[in-house]
């Protein structure tokens, strides 16, 4: 059973509720009749709140739309529509394509940071995760607990009680590090002049919650909201009953019950013993017949660097601006493509360097992107990051990502603010007690050991793009906004592009590649905000 901590509504909140929620109850639940740009608005909101969606949608959200048309509505009870057509052509004939054409909004609240990463794997699907980097977690559930996912198999075996005892203690001391950051950080950075004191608050919040995040355990929950396809749900589901952490597979028949409620012609396969049964069979099957060929072939693993690079370009095609020079000729000559390539390999390099030139033109922002002959090349790095960062690079869809089990084995990163501001022995004592419970927990629970890893131990993982999406991930990623962990993994990304591929060109056309030194860095964001709020009130 999942461990939720349900919420109250009163009689008239459990009115407007039911017109618009297809579960009042428990975390999962679908969004419906309300314009899609309602619904856009309130995942865009819910990832840097702390409420819940539902009372989100309560509290700031009903008073500026017209409920009146809505009254006789209950998206509780399901769907009682005909969907015969769906049925023939879907279900009968298996065209997927029909699939593809309805969409739903979907919350998935209460879900561990390792659930979230399952959740959020696949590329035909929008995602809006409630972020450690905005939110304070120092705070309790109304039920008086933490905000960490209680595995019922931890609690109901004799390490129950170890595991709610060291986690509490380890958000015990994010809420110490916390004040003792932001008080570091206050005398630090003092208020700038024409900066008010709720920008500069802000500002010095998003720093200190930046630096002691990694304390929290994979285990802190965090609130979902998916956008996604029936094709899309179709294949998260399937995926989901295949994977062997327990609170994925719970999580799976609660979507499947909501998504029903919304999409239910779309989804009769996920039950069908010879389809979807047994299509998440298959992948279950395969991932642990490859285990165990895989400890046979190497019953003592592999050689392990004592001190693996943070990052490391493991692959990328020597030939790849040659190749995305001739992808952007293509369209524009009738010869093949490896005529085309042949050449391109003739022109000089006065002519190549004007060929990019015009190809990527004058990229005002990040946003302007050159096209798909981008593409062509790929690389594949290897990268050794704490769990934090990976949460964030993780989520970009277009990626190809695989990573290894969350552990302690690989070390963390202590923040050097942290540091300044005294934190260091609390800092390095959660970190200890974080992998005592993991070491414990993994002798009986293996799959369930990483909730209690700090966000601050590094996970090896592998990340491949093209040059295209590397142009997209990199100039994001390396922005002053971001978070110092991966920021430097972005611009480590981008020199490595040039040299170690040697594709000085193409690291040359992602100008946009941030590597200015910044102190606060949500403080030009901020002021931004605090412009545009401005600018409002004054319309």
Not at 138 to 163: F, T
Not at 508 to 520: F, G, I, R, S
Request: charge should be negative.
């Amino acid at each position: 059973m999942h461990a939720y901590v349900a919420e109250e509504f009163t009689d008239s909140e459990t009115a407007i509720l039911r017109r618009y929620f297809t579960n009042l109850e428990g975390p999962v639940f679908a969004l419906v009749n309300l314009p899609e740009v309602v619904k856009g608005a309130l995942f865009a909101r819910y990832s840097r709140s702390s409420k819940s969606l539902r009372r989100l949608f309560l509290d700031e959200f009903v008073g500026d739309l017209d409920l009146t048309g809505d009254v006789t509505f209950d998206a509780t009870v399901g769907l009682d529509r005909a969907e015969q057509l769906y049925e023939r052509v879907f279900f009968e004939y298996g065209d997927d394509s029909v699939a593809q054409l309805g969409g739903v909004h979907l919350a998935c609240e209460q879900s561990s940071n390792l659930l979230t990463k399952i959740l959020e794997w696949g590329r035909l699907m929008s995602y809006l995760e409630q972020s450690t980097r905005y939110l304070a977690y120092d705070q309790r559930l109304v039920s008086g607990h933490y905000r960490y996912y209680r595995p019922p198999s931890i609690l109901d075996s004799p390490l129950g009680a170890r595991y709610v005892g060291d986690l509490d203690r380890m958000f015990d001391t994010y809420g110490e590090l916390l004040a003792m950051v932001q008080a570091h950080l206050h005398a630090q950075y003092p208020k700038e002049p024409g900066d008010s004191d709720f920008v500069h608050r802000q500002a010095v919040k998003a720093k200190a919650l930046d630096a002691v995040r990694g304390v929290l355990p994979a285990a802190s929950l965090s609130n979902v909201g998916i956008y996604g396809t029936g094709q899309g749900y179709e294949q998260l589901l399937l995926r989901m009953r295949a994977n062997p952490l327990p609170e994925a597979g719970t999580y799976a028949e609660m979507m499947l019950t909501e998504l029903r409620k919304v999409i239910p012609s779309f989804l009769r396969r996920v039950d069908i013993a010879d389809r979807g049964v047994a299509w998440s069979e298959y992948l279950h099957a395969t991932s642990e017949a490859t285990e165990l060929v895989v400890d046979r072939l190497f019953p003592d693993g592999v050689d392990a660097e004592p001190e693996p690079p943070e990052v490391r370009l493991l692959d990328f095609d020597p030939d790849g601006e040659d190749k995305v020079l001739a992808a952007a000729c293509f369209s524009h000559l009738s010869g093949s493509e490896a005529a085309v390539l042949a050449a391109v390999r003739r022109c000089s390099l006065a002519e190549r360097t004007a060929l990019l030139e015009a190809y990527v033109g004058d990229r005002q922002n990040r946003r302007h992107r050159p096209g798909r002959a981008f593409e062509r090349t790929d690389y594949r790095f290897e990268l050794v990051t704490d769990y934090g960062a990976f949460r964030d690079l993780q989520r970009h869809r277009l990626c190809t990502i695989e990573w290894q089990r969350l552990g302690c084995a690989l070390g963390a990163d202590v923040p050097g603010v942290v540091l300044d501001a005294g934190g260091g022995t609390r800092f390095a004592e959660s970190l200890a007690r974080s992998k005592d419970l993991c070491d414990l927990i993994g002798r009986s629970h293996p799959e369930e050991a990483g909730y209690a890893v700090a966000l601050a131990y590094r996970i090896r993982y592998v990340l491949q793009m093209n040059a295209r999406e590397a142009m997209h991930v990199l100039e994001l990623r390396s922005g002053p906004q971001g978070h110092p962990a991966y920021r430097r993994v972005a611009q480590e990304m981008h020199r490595q592009i040039a040299s170690v591929a040697g594709h000085h060109a193409i690291a040359a056309a992602m100008h946009h590649v941030d590597y200015e030194a910044t102190d606060l860095e949500r403080l030009d964001t901020e002021r931004r905000a605090a412009a545009r709020r401005l600018e409002r009130a004054g319309g």
